[in-house]
Structure formats: C-alpha cells, structure tokens
T-cell receptor, first 113, second 113 residues
C-alpha cells in the first residue's frame, strides 16, 4: 500500500525566511505532484515532477524529486504572507489503466509579517 | 471556462437520507475520481473510473456508490447518509496516456449530515 508522509504538518514562519517541506513516499512512483489549497477552496496544481532529479521553480517555490530516496521537497525562499496556505504532495502510481493520486496529510503554512 | 464542475456546492442531509453528487468535465479526460477531505487527513480516494465504462474502489468506498454515466460525467451517491460522511467532497479528472497530463479538481461539495 502506498503511503505518503509530509513534514512538518504545521509551519509558522516569518516573512523573508527560507524553509523546506518534506514529502516521503513508500513505494516506487510514476509521478509526484504538489498542490496548494487556500481555506475553503479547491486544489491548485503547483508542480508535476516526472523523473529522478527533476527540479521545478515558480516564483518563491522550488520543488525537487529524488526517486531513489523516495523524497520530494518544496523549498520556500524569502516567504511572503501570500504564500500562507496548505500544501499537499501527492503520488501517482499507475496500474494497468488510469491512476490514483495518494495524498500526504498536508502542511499548513502560515507566514507572519 | 474549461474544467471540472461539481454540484451542489453545499448540502445538508439528515441521517438516512440519500443524495447524488454530480461531476462533469469538459476537457476530454479519460479518468475521473472522487475524493473526500477531512481535517488533518489530506484527501482520500473514494472511487475512481480509469476510463468510460469502468469503476473501482479507492481507500474509503463504504457507504458510497458511483456511476460513470459517460466520458464527461461521474456521479457519487450516498444511499443512506451517516454523520461520518460529513466532509468536503472533491471530484477530479485526468488524462492518462503515454505522458502525464495532470489532474484537475472541481471546487468541492461541502456536505453536512
């Protein structure tokens, strides 16, 4: 059974600081995804990581994937208040057809002025 | 705008009542999914449909049924609602082929039993 674990689950940080959210998963995977969710809203796709060593960056967020370690990281650079949200990683493992996303518990990020 | 449309957005049921949550996508995706989100537990897969004409159970299927009506529509039915089914329900769709094309989520249905 595929398990996905994120840490930390809660993160309070000051504006301007850097931090990293970690995502570990238990079995080999086809794809790893990062999503953002604002309170009461749906999930917004941030990154899709397709292969070992993949690195993607968008603004102050950078995601990376190490398939050998079964680890993905979401690095936040010089945080700003607008980044306050819950961040989920999710892993897809493709069976014979279609695929299912398995989510981590989410990291609730609060960026304080 | 293209995407995943869920109805209704909010619903209150009494224990034992039944209802159907509707989901439609207009992106010509082949796979569709129903997730529930509970506080501190991320999103958990209820049922999914890898392609038109197929459905499979996810992690938490008990108390639910699904119908893949056609390629666009995938409904979730609660036959006899229970307080444990109070949750936020998200429908998602994805196009799976040789390459990953990502998952798109609907805006969610907030259900209170």
């Amino acid at each position: 059974e595929l398990k996905v674990e994120q840490n930390p689950l809660f993160l309070s940080m000051q504006e301007g600081k850097n931090y990293t959210i970690y995502c570990n998963y238990s079995t080999t995977s086809d794809r790893l995804y990062w999503y953002r969710q604002d309170p009461g809203k749906s999930l917004e796709s941030l990154f899709v990581l397709l292969s070992n060593g993949a690195v993607k960056q968008e603004g102050r967020l950078m995601a990376s994937l190490d398939t050998k370690a079964r680890l993905s990281t979401l690095h936040i650079t010089a945080a700003v208040h607008d980044l306050s949200a819950t961040y989920f990683c999710a892993v897809a493992k493709r069976p014979t057809s279609g695929s299912r996303l398995t989510f981590g518990e989410g990291t609730q990020l609060t960026v304080n002025p | 705008n293209a995407g995943v449309t869920q109805t209704p957005k909010f619903q209150v049921l009494k224990t034992g009542q039944s209802m159907t949550l509707q989901c439609a996508q207009d992106m010509n995706h082949n796979s569709m999914y129903w997730y529930r989100q509970d506080p501190g537990m991320g999103l958990r897969l209820i049922y999914y449909s890898a392609s038109e004409g197929t459905t499979d159970k996810g992690e938490v299927p008990n108390g639910y049924n699904v119908s893949r009506l056609n390629k666009r529509e995938f409904s979730l039915r609660l036959e006899s609602a229970a307080p444990s089914q109070t949750s936020v329900y998200f429908c998602a769709s994805a196009l799976w082929g040789e390459w990953n094309y990502g998952y798109t989520f609907g805006s969610g249905t907030r259900l209170t039993v």
